[in-house]
């Protein structure tokens, strides 16, 4: 006998999924507003940034539309088929916003200032630059004090969703579909004894999506940025369950023991390394696994599988700073993968984004 279709289910689930289109068009309508201001009067003050960029052509920005559609469906229908609660995708931007949206505009004048005078590696006397790779002591997209400072960890999350037009945690929940595929290789395990580690856990948006998803793991992030780390702090403190382990470390050589994560996941990471420390990173995400484990990567999208946003891809970049994103649009991280005896690799694209996807042979 064919079901009927519960009303009770479906009105709540269309209200839903047009709020969530409702959050995400005015997400890219600010983002997108914002940019053309800030553009505009960047243009005025620092006219050299002008020529250094090339505009986008029509196609590509409608091609551009419509990837963030198709994200957006997948987005919603992964919440839909349990991957993730829906709650996700409400997840607090105009909280952030209110907060921080009016020191981002305080904050540009020190980004033009720095473009202007191709001030790369400049660091206020009072931050603690010892002990850092030197890869690492940058201003990543002209940030004031690259990723040293409390005002740089406040500001990055709404600096990264203006950046993708308000797809960026998007593009993050996109980990959790392999990476519970992944852990289904643990069925024997009890789910409180799943350890998931997050490198470069940033201010731990990422890690929250995987609580939010893996309710019962142990989860452990990671982060060269102790300010970055203080945020991720706060963010974890406030949801409930148990509170991820946060660690600063060196994803290129870290303390945990050989084996002892089921998954590892890695978001935004390797464009901002040079490519010595992108297969390091590899290698020590495979001593880290746990035979049988999955390693999950989200990055930029590369130059071999987006060559229509080719001109994204070069003015990148320009804008905001990232001295190792030209060679990591055409690094073959499979090879890497390969070369660190990772198997079954996989990957995939949504919007700008690419994923890897990997496992230790058992
Ligand atoms: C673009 S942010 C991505 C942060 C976060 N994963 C996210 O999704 O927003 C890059 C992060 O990598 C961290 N990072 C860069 N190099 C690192 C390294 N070698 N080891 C650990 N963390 C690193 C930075 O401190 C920063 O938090």
């Known amino acids: 006998m064919q079901s009927t279709p519960n009303i009770n289910q479906f009105i709540p689930d269309t209200f839903t999924k047009l709020a969530y289109q409702g959050l995400q068009e005015s997400k890219k309508i600010f983002s997108v507003a914002h940019k053309t201001i800030s553009n505009r009067i960047a243009d005025i ?30 987005d919603w229908q992964d919440a839909q088929v349990g991957v993730y609660p829906s709650e996700l995708l409400f997840d607090n931007f105009w909280g952030d916003f209110f907060r921080y ?13 720095k473009f202007q005078n191709k001030e790369y590696q400049k660091f206020d ?5 010892e002990g850092y790779p030197s890869y690492y002591l940058q201003n990543f997209h002209y940030q004031t ?20 037009n308000g797809s960026a945690d998007a593009m993050r929940r996109r980990i959790l579909k392999p990476l519970k595929q992944g852990l289904q290789a643990f069925l024997d395990i ?9 490198v470069a ?23 060269l940025s102790p300010a970055y780390l203080r945020k991720a702090n706060e963010l974890l403190s406030e949801i409930p369950g148990e509170l991820p382990q946060l660690l600063q470390g060196n994803g290129e050589n870290l303390p945990y023991t050989d084996n002892y994560f089921h998954g590892i996941t890695s978001v935004f990471l390797f464009h901002e390394l040079p490519p010595n420390a992108r297969q390091q990173v590899i290698e020590e995400c495979y001593r880290m696994l746990q035979p049988g484990g999955t390693l999950v990567i989200c990055d930029s999208m590369q130059v071999s599988d987006s060559p229509d946003f080719q001109t994204i891809m070069d003015n990148f970049p320009i804008m905001y700073h990232e001295p190792y994103y030209k060679h990591y649009t055409t690094d073959n991280i499979e090879e890497r993968l390969s070369q660190a005896r990772f198997v079954d690799i996989r990957t995939k694209n949504h919007f700008v984004s690419k994923y890897w996807i990997a496992r230790k042979d058992k």
């Open 45 to 74: 003050i620092v006219p050299e940034r002008n020529g250094k960029t090339k505009p986008l052509s029509p196609a590509t920005l409608a091609k551009l539309q419509e990837q963030a559609k198709i994200l957006q469906e997948t």
């Open 101 to 113: 949206y009016p020191e981002v505009w305080l904050d540009l004048p020190k980004i033009w200032s």
């Open 125 to 129: 006397p009072e931050i603690d630059r």
């Open 145 to 164: 004090n690259g990723y040293l400072s409390d005002l740089s960890a406040n500001l990055y999350d709404l600096q990264v969703e203006i950046l993708f």
């Open 190 to 198: 009890p789910a409180s004894q799943i350890r998931v580690l997050d």
């Open 201 to 223: 856990c940033g201010t731990g948006r990422t890690l929250k999506m995987i609580r939010s998803a893996l309710s019962k793991a142990s989860l452990f992030g990671t982060d």
